[in-house]
Nanobody, 115 residues
Framework: QVQLVESGGGLVQAGGSLRLSCVVSRYIFNDDTVDWHRQAAWKQREWVTSITGANTNYLDSVKGRFTVSRDDAKNTVYLQMNNLKPEDAAVYYC??????????WGQGTQVTVSS
């Protein structure tokens, strides 16, 4: 069993920044993939970004504004979000897909963007 704990959400004005953290309960191996997903009210959960080793991928609408990174010494994956827009408001979840193929989710952190 792997636990994930997100933090760093909050209320920010449009154009502002937030950094989300996802602490994983064990070492993040290079073959693990850690994703960030988000779910806005009345919408389906959508994938935002992934990091596997040093490789990253992003949803088109966040490219150039969001950056995912990892600190292996802290078992933590970060999501730096700049130039936030009202449409970025959602509950943000991190998920790890282990090298064995198992998925584990965090409980989510709320991001609110005021216009």
């Amino acid at each position: 069993q792997v636990q994930l704990v997100e933090s760093g959400g909050g209320l920010v004005q449009a154009g502002g920044s937030l950094r989300l953290s996802c602490v994983v309960s064990r070492y993040i191996f290079n073959d693990d993939t850690v994703d960030w997903h988000r779910q806005a009210a009345w919408k389906q959960r959508e994938w935002v970004t992934s990091i596997t080793g040093a490789n990253t991928n992003y949803l088109d609408s966040v490219k150039g504004r969001f950056t995912v990174s990892r600190d292996d010494a802290k078992n933590t994956v970060y999501l730096q979000m700049n130039n936030l827009k009202p449409e970025d408001a959602a509950v943000y979840y991190c998920k790890i897909r282990t090298w064995r193929g198992y998925d584990y989710w965090g409980q989510g952190t709320q991001v609110t963007v005021s216009s």
